[in-house]
């Protein structure tokens, strides 16, 4: 009988773990997209049963009016992120996103990122990310530079030549984001 219960008791504690990641990102999401076709989901807050990154947003705004942005989904199948990073940034606009970002991160000007961090498809080679030619839109809403909140949406088209992948990333959004 004890070991009846015991085993009760352990099956309801990993039901209840394993249903907790989903509705934790619901609660609180910060930044939400899909890309290609599969929801997207970035949280910010408590991480009480948030997968590792507890904090899975990042923002910064830096002197030279560049805001980088960092979004990590992290409590589905595989982890994947979303970088923008958005140069002379004075307040609600349209940013064009179009140059493409190397391998160390770094662009002549605004850039979009897909990145696998631990597990990618097979034959990824390079950078998923945003060109002349696959380009996308930052379009800032609300912009408080006092009380550092942000609120945007994003698309955008990001490739990767070697393999020939192409990742749609659409209806992307920031609500209410702290920087």
């Given at each position: 009988?004890?070991?009846?219960?015991?085993?009760?008791?352990?099956?309801?504690l990993?039901?209840?773990?394993?249903?907790?990641?989903g509705?934790?990102?619901?609660?609180?999401?910060?930044?939400?997209?899909?890309?290609?076709?599969?929801?997207?989901?970035?949280?910010r807050?408590?991480?009480?049963?948030i997968?590792?990154?507890?904090?899975?947003?990042?923002?910064?705004?830096?002197?030279?009016?560049?805001?980088?942005?960092?979004?990590?989904?992290?409590?589905?199948?595989?982890?994947?992120?979303?970088?923008?990073?958005?140069?002379?940034?004075?307040?609600?606009?349209?940013?064009?996103i179009?140059?493409?970002?190397?391998?160390?991160?770094?662009?002549?000007?605004?850039?979009g990122?897909?990145?696998?961090?631990?597990?990618?498809?097979?034959?990824l080679?390079?950078?998923?990310?945003?060109?002349?030619?696959?380009?996308g839109?930052f379009i800032?809403?609300k912009?408080?530079?006092k009380n550092?909140?942000?609120?945007?949406?994003?698309e955008?088209d990001v490739?990767?030549?070697?393999?020939?992948?192409?990742?749609?990333?659409r209806?992307g959004?920031?609500?209410?984001?702290?920087f």
């Amino acid at each position: 009988m004890r070991f009846t219960f015991t085993s009760f008791l352990l099956c309801l504690l990993l039901i209840a773990g394993l249903s907790g990641c989903g509705a934790e990102l619901i609660d609180d999401p910060i930044m939400t997209a899909v890309v290609n076709g599969r929801p997207f989901t970035a949280c910010r807050g408590s991480g009480k049963n948030i997968a590792l990154p507890k904090d899975n947003v990042t923002i910064t705004y830096d002197i030279d009016k560049r805001l980088l942005i960092k979004g990590s989904d992290s409590c589905k199948d595989t982890i994947r992120q979303i970088h923008l990073d958005i140069r002379d940034v004075q307040g609600p606009g349209t940013y064009l996103i179009d140059h493409p970002e190397n391998l160390g991160g770094n662009s002549l000007g605004n850039n979009g990122s897909l990145k696998f961090p631990y597990f990618h498809p097979p034959t990824l080679r390079g950078n998923l990310t945003t060109s002349s030619q696959h380009t996308g839109r930052f379009i800032l809403t609300k912009f408080d530079e006092k009380n550092r909140r942000l609120s945007a949406t994003f698309e955008m088209d990001v490739y990767e030549p070697n393999s020939g992948f192409l990742y749609r990333i659409r209806e992307g959004k920031l609500q209410d984001a702290p920087f």
